[in-house]
Every structure is written in C-alpha cells, then in structure tokens.
C-alpha cells in the first residue's frame, strides 16, 4: 500500500494506492492502446501501419486514408471508449449503492428508460438537436429508476434480487411502450431509431463525441465526491451512518449520478446491454481494492470492453457489422449465469 | 379467493363473454361490419360482397388464430405455474418463447428448411432447448428452487437467445425481412396457413395437460405431498414440461412471441374458479381464448388505422402484474 498525501492549509487530501493498482492501470493502458492501433488499422479498407502513423500525425489533405482515420474511426473508436467508460462507471456505482452484483444500468430499467425516451425524441421530433438526446434520456432514465427503486423498496430481506426483477418487469413495460412507438411513428423516422435502439457505435461522428466528452467532464468532479459515500456504503447502512454519511440523501445523489452516466451513454449509442455488470465485477473478482481504485479501472475495463465488442462485431464477420450491443449481451448473459451461481446463496434470499 | 363457490358456475359466464367478444372482434376493425352481415356471410356467402371476403378471408382466420394462441399460451403458463410452485413462472419468462423463435430462425436460415410444416417441430426443438438449460442453471444453482434463481436465469437465457437471432438476421436479410412482423409477436391473417400445421401439436398438448390434471394439482402441493398422493413427481414433471414446450411452440410457430399471456390468464382463472387445476386449467383456455381476443380487438382499435404489434399489448398489460406478483411473492 503506497500513500500519495497532499497537505495544504485548507486540509489533507490523502490517496492511498493498493500495490495491485499500478499494475493493472499500465495492463489495461497497454490493452487500450493495442485495441487502438487495431481499431484504427483493421476494417474493411486496411491501413498498414506506416499508413496509419502518416495519416494520424502528417494528415495529408484529400487522401482516402486520412479521411476514413480522422472521420471514420478515431470518432468511433473514441465514442466506443468514452460509453464504455461511462457505463463501467455507472454499473460500479449502481452496484455499490445497491450493494447487489447483479446490477446493471440495463437491467434496472435505466437503459429502457433512456430509450424510450430517445426513440420518442427521434420519432416525434426527427430534427431534435444532438444535445438535446442526452438531456431527455436523463429525463427518462431517472423516471424508470425511481419508478424501480420505489416499486422495490419495502421488505430489506430479499432486496437484492427483488429489485433485479422488478426492473425486469419494469423494462419489459417500458420497451413495449417504445415498441407502439415505433409502430405509431413515421417509417423512415422508425428506422433510424431502430438502428439506433441495436446499441452501436457505428454512427459514431465527432459530434456524439463532443457530446460524450462534456458530459464526462462535467460528472467527473461528482465522481471525486461520490468516492467517499461509496466506501462508507460498501459496509451496509448501519455502519455507514455510524460512518457519517447523510445515508438517505447521499443514496439518492449517487443513483442520479449513475443514471446520469449512463443515460449519456445510452442516448449516445443506444442500449449495450451488461457492459455495467461485467467490468465492475470482473474488477471486484479479480483485484480487491478500494473505491476509488475500483471506479477507475471499472471505467477502464468497460472502455476496453466496448472498444472490443465494437471491433470484433465489424471485423469478425466483415463486411457484415454487427452491433457491439449485440456482441456485449451475447458475452455478458453467460457472465450473468456464473453470478446468479455465485451469488444466489441463501443469505440472499 | 375466488368469486364462484362452485366453479361450474363460472362456465356460463366465460362462455357467453368469449362469444359477445368473438362476435366483437369479427365486427370491429378498420371496417366495422354489421352483425346481420357477420351471419349472412356465414350462411350465404358472396364472393362480391367486399364486407363478406373481410369477414370469411380476414377475421376469421384471425379470430381463430387469437383463439388457439390464448388458449395454448395459458394452458402452458397454468402448468408451469403449477409444476414449479411459482406464481411467477411464464413460457415467455423462463425463456422458452425466445428459445423457439431461435429454432425457427435457425432452422430456415442455416438449415435451409422453410416448409410451413416444419416451424412447430423447429419452435419445439428450440424451446425445449432453452427449458433444459434453464432448468439445468436452476438445479445447479444454490438455492436453485427458489423463484427468484428461476426467473433470473430465464432472463439471462431469453437474453442471450434474443442476441443471437438478431444476430442471425442480421447476417441473414432475406431472414430478416420474413420474420421481422412475426418475432414481434403479432397475430395476422397469414396465422391461418400455419394452423394446419400447429393445430396437432396444439391439440395434443392440450389433451395431455387436461389428462394429467388431476396430477397436477397433487404436484402444486408439493413433491412430499404429490408422493405421499402416489404420484412420481419426476416423471410427471419431465411429462409436463414436454407438454409446455409443445404448447409453446405451436403457439410461437403460428404468431410468434406473445409474452405474459402464460402469466396473466391463469392469475385471472385462479380468481375465478379457485385453486383446482382440474378446473384451472380448461378455464385457462377459455379465458386465455377471451383475453386475446380482447387484446387483438384493443390491438387493431386504440390507434386505428395503424395496429399495435400484439405481443406489444401483451407486454404492456402483463409486465405491471408481473411486478405486482415481485413485491408480494419476494
């Protein structure tokens, strides 16, 4: 355990690093960048890699490998990283605050919420300003959030799996309500949202990027904040009120920062299913650290995670693209599977 | 609970509501159709008159298809309720209907089989497929009997099936552009060529859950207890699920996936006639029958002229009492 302190007169800000840290940061930085250069290289028009470095740093002007890099993939690669992020964040949080590993942004209800209310922009209003799909999503991703927490709260014994179900009940509402949307909604209006709704980066251009950058950027000072809730939570109510924490009020402000995370993503790229899940148990099985350390390489690992299922699903079966939403749920319900295994104890029940 | 003491009683009233809402769903629409009509095109028909080729040629068939589905769907969604003693249990929960649509997506895109006759063997095999996993992560799983596992393993397979046949139709545009209306779920008049097809296995399903009634009535108060009834409680149930993979998949093959009607209607029939599969379950075919048709009525009315997809009303009426059945059951 190293300590990096900071002291000044206003106070102490302390971090302390778990030996494990450091290692795994520089073996995900490492998977990011290989990911990075392949994404870049590999597609349906291959780039060698002196081509790559040329177009990426030279940028010479009308060549088809500077515009298939600079217009193509770095945006996407970029936006297949940021929602990955976001996601990994938001299910590490939603899990933390839940105190249940099964959460996840897609299961609860956020993702439908946000997708319900998207397709609804998109369909009633087609010439809606980009930024405006993020604020929406959050409107309706918060809604079907409380919607599942207050339908969910009431006997504390079995909490964990009744909320997973009454999320799945929820959801289940709300897609069809998204569903008689597409069927109301004009053809071509229909379309673009159903292509919107598979949950794929393909579309990805600067400006979902942009978006998806302010949004992090804004949040992440609340990320720093939600640290301290989060460990205290990490031992139960009881013991995080004897912790000092405002138990109710910093319960509330954590679900809306998940929800707000991942309502950017999904109304960025639509719902990829069990990215949440997977990178914040798979940090949670694999390395015990503590809070911080664990957002930020949830974050990491989910970065990592789309920016795969992205690349695998348009390079596997070229030059059929296959959406990462679909790749990620086809990974991530087997994983799903091994946690009920592990976690279904009675104690749970 | 229930509201007749005596649940013959209950006959008179289901029955004559099934045929005010079938002579409903011929006559309304986006052409409503007189009554006097509805009869002469049934006793002297006129290929001229354009109200009569409606009736004979449009809803009948839908009217027939609603009836079948209803009943087979929550036939199987009383004896899965049944078997394993958990009120939430529903062939479109617990995976089966996403296993059988997979079957006949995979069947007509990489097996190349296409022949209508085929679809319920294809939905059968699929959807036994998805059971058995489901049934096998249940058992293996800690406290696997509980219901909460069940459904949770449902949803993760339903999950995992679901990608997978939009990930074949998305290889596969000719099998895309055929099943796109049909993995919605909706009942429409082509359900009709498939009836010849299903209506076997339809029939024997039904047959064989009201032969084995009695049992499961036994079953639904236990292993001990069906035992000690003299019942083999393995057996009967391995019987019962076969049962429910067939119903499941004559009703997929012919409209696709319908989710919650398994798990509204017998709900419903349990308030009716009490707590008696031999009763539950032929009235959960009749209220199964009625409920669809009322469901395919509201489908083709509310947004007139557009329909609604009616595994989108389905869902939308079913998934509240879902939740509802969440709090009080966890």
């Keep these: 355990m190293s300590k990096l302190i900071y002291r000044s007169k206003y106070g102490t800000i302390s971090f302390s690093l778990e030996r494990a840290v450091p290692l ?22 291959d780039l060698s890699l002196s081509h790559l470095w040329q177009a990426l740093f030279a940028a010479p002007e009308g060549e088809t490998s500077t515009t298939i890099l600079w217009d193509l993939r770095l945006p ?22 839940t105190r249940n590993p099964l959460a996840d942004p897609s299961l609860v209800g956020v993702s439908q919420g946000a997708s319900l209310a998207v397709v609804a922009l998109i369909v009633l209003w087609p010439s809606a300003p980009l930024h405006l799909r993020p604020i929406i999503g959050f409107a309706g991703a918060l809604l079907a959030a409380s919607l599942v927490q207050w339908i969910a709260a009431g006997k504390s014994s079995s909490a964990s799996l009744r909320f997973i179900l009454v999320g799945v009940g929820i959801s289940a509402t709300i897609s069809a309500c998204t569903n008689a949307i597409l069927t109301y909604g004009q053809i071509n209006h229909a ?110 690992v989910g970065g990592v995670l789309v920016a795969l299922a992205d690349l695998v699903g348009r390079t596997a079966l070229a030059p059929i693209q296959l959406p990462a939403g679909l790749i990620s749920a086809a990974i991530g319900a087997p994983i799903f599977i091994a946690l009920i295994f592990r976690n279904a104890g009675p104690k749970h029940l | 609970m229930r509201l007749f003491t005596n649940p013959v009683h209950a006959l008179p009233l289901i029955f004559g509501l099934l ?74 929960l617990l995976a089966l ?97 498939m009836l010849p097809y299903a209506a076997p296995w339809l029939i024997g399903g039904l047959l064989l859950a009201l032969g084995s009634a009695r049992q499961v009535t036994a079953l639904s108060m236990g292993h001990e207890a069906a035992t000690g009834l003299g019942v083999n409680a393995t057996s009967l149930s391995i019987r019962l699920l076969l049962c429910t993979v067939v119903l499941t998949a004559s009703a997929v093959a012919m409209v696709g996936p319908l989710g919650f009607v398994g798990l509204v209607v017998p709900h419903a029939t349990r308030l009716l006639v009490g707590s008696d599969y031999r009763w539950i379950i032929p009235c959960s075919a009749l209220v199964g029958a009625l409920f669809l048709l009322m469901v395919d009525l509201a489908a ?15 869902t939308f009426l079913g998934a509240p009492l879902f939740v509802l059945l969440v709090r009080r059951v966890l």
């Design chain 1, 24 to 45: 795994a940061l520089v073996f995900l930085l490492v998977c990011l960048f290989v990911l990075f250069v392949l994404s870049l290289a590999l597609g349906s028009y």
């Design chain 2, 19 to 92: 045929i005010v809402v079938a002579l409903l769903h011929l006559g309304f629409g986006a052409k409503p159709v007189a009554l006097s009509t509805i009869l002469q095109a049934f006793h002297s028909f006129d290929l001229q008159n354009f109200d009569h080729v409606i009736i004979r040629q449009m809803r009948v068939p839908r009217m027939i298809a609603a009836i079948c589905v209803g009943a087979a769907l929550s036939v199987a969604g009383a004896l899965m309720q049944g078997v394993t003693r958990n009120p939430l249990a529903d062939p479109g």
């Design chain 2, 300 to 314: 083709r009315m509310v947004l007139a002229p557009v329909e609604i997809a009616t595994g989108v009303v389905t």
């Design chain 1, 191 to 300: 379309a673009a949202a159903l292509s919107w709704l598979a949950g794929s980066v393909h579309t990805a251009s600067w400006g979902e990027c942009l978006v998806l950058m302010f949004g992090l950027a804004v949040l992440s000072p609340c990320l720093v904040w939600a640290v301290r809730p989060l460990s205290g939570l990490r031992f139960g109510p009881e013991l995080a009120t004897g912790l000092g924490l405002h138990l109710k009020r910093d319960r509330s402000l954590l679900i809306a920062l998940a929800v707000a995370l991942a309502a950017l993503a999904v109304s960025m790229t639509g719902p990829l299913g069990f990215i949440g899940l997977i990178a914040a148990q798979l940090v949670h099985r694999l390395l015990r650290v503590g809070t911080g350390s664990h957002l930020l390489l949830s974050a990491l």
């Design chain 2, 97 to 193: 209907m996403s296993g059988a649509a997979f079957g006949v997506v995979v069947g007509s895109s990489f097996l190349g089989i296409e022949a209508d006759i085929w679809m319920p063997a294809l939905a059968a095999a699929g959807a036994l497929a998805a059971a058995c996993l489901v049934t096998i992560i249940a058992l293996f799983a800690p406290s696997g009997r509980s219901p909460a596992v069940l459904l949770l393993s449902g949803a993760a397979v339903s999950a995992f099936l679901n990608a997978m046949t939009s990930g074949i139709n998305l290889l596969n545009e000719e099998s895309f552009s055929t099943f796109r209306v049909w993995l919605s779920g909706a009942i429409t008049t082509d359900a009709l060529h």
């Design chain 1, 76 to 97: 996407r690669f970029l936006a297949s990283l940021l929602v990955g992020m976001m996601l990994g964040l938001s299910g590490a949080i939603l899990q933390g605050v």
